[in-house]
């Protein structure tokens, strides 16, 4: 899902805890209304007014393994869903699970909704953030089409309850506005450092590479394995 602009331009504040950022869309984009919710009120920051310190990247997998791997993905984006309900899995059993492998997952905000679905996904901290992660891209052609914002957001919080998360959790969680700032402004960063343009994007090693499909990540993996 290409994008000119990577979401270093303003933030606006929505009502939910939500934040969205400006960008153009591709044909491939999942289409949302852009509306704020009633009573939201308007603000504008930068990464560089706010302090991310507290966001912490999601890892799975051996964090001393020689080779490490960086996803950035959207969970509104249709790719990321497609990968993380197949070569995922795949990339789980072969090389997560067995500790080949360092993995980093790192969201990009190209809208509210996804926004909301990271601040659902690292409600429950590290232990849940995959478990839960997988439950927002296995029902992301259902939750992000459910209808108008409130609706959009009601089907995340089901997704928080399937989880084991309770309400007064999900709504403390949504309603964090500095979490949401912090974490904008994090990706923001990350983006910008790493040259971001696209979703799913894979950091192997330090090296770019755009969405690709499992084999061709099996062999680059592979090579720098074996070093």
């Not at 007064?168 to 994090?186: F, I, K, S, Y």
């Not at 330090?206 to 061709?216: D, P, V």
Request: proline share 4%; net charge negative; charged share 20%.
């Amino acid at each position: 899902m290409n994008r000119r602009n990577i979401l270093l331009g303003g933030v606006a504040a929505v009502g939910l805890g939500g934040w969205y950022m400006t960008s153009n869309r591709s044909a491939n984009t999942v289409a949302f209304p852009d509306a704020p919710l009633p009573g939201a009120a308007n603000a504008q920051t930068t990464s560089g007014d706010v302090d991310t310190s507290s966001i912490p990247d999601m890892v799975s997998g051996n964090p001393d393994a020689t080779v490490e791997v960086i996803e950035y993905a959207s969970f509104t984006c249709p790719h990321c869903a497609t990968f993380h309900t197949g070569a995922y899995k795949k990339l789980k059993a072969e090389y997560i699970d067995t500790g080949k492998i360092k993995f980093v997952y790192r969201e990009v905000y190209f809208d509210r909704f996804g926004l909301w679905a990271s601040l659902i996904a690292r409600c429950g901290g590290e232990d849940k953030f995959f478990g839960i992660a997988d439950l927002i891209y296995a029902d992301q052609a259902g939750w992000t089409r459910a209808g108008d914002p409130a609706a959009i957001v009601g089907e995340l919080r089901k997704i928080g309850r399937l989880a084991g998360l309770d309400n007064d959790t999900l709504e403390a969680c949504l309603q964090d506005g500095d979490r949401a700032q912090a974490l904008v402004a994090w990706y923001q960063e990350n983006a910008e450092e790493d040259g971001i343009d696209s979703t799913p994007s894979f950091l192997i090693n330090g090296k770019k590479f755009s969405n690709m499909n499992y084999e061709t990540m099996k062999e680059t993996i592979d090579a720098a394995l074996a070093g």
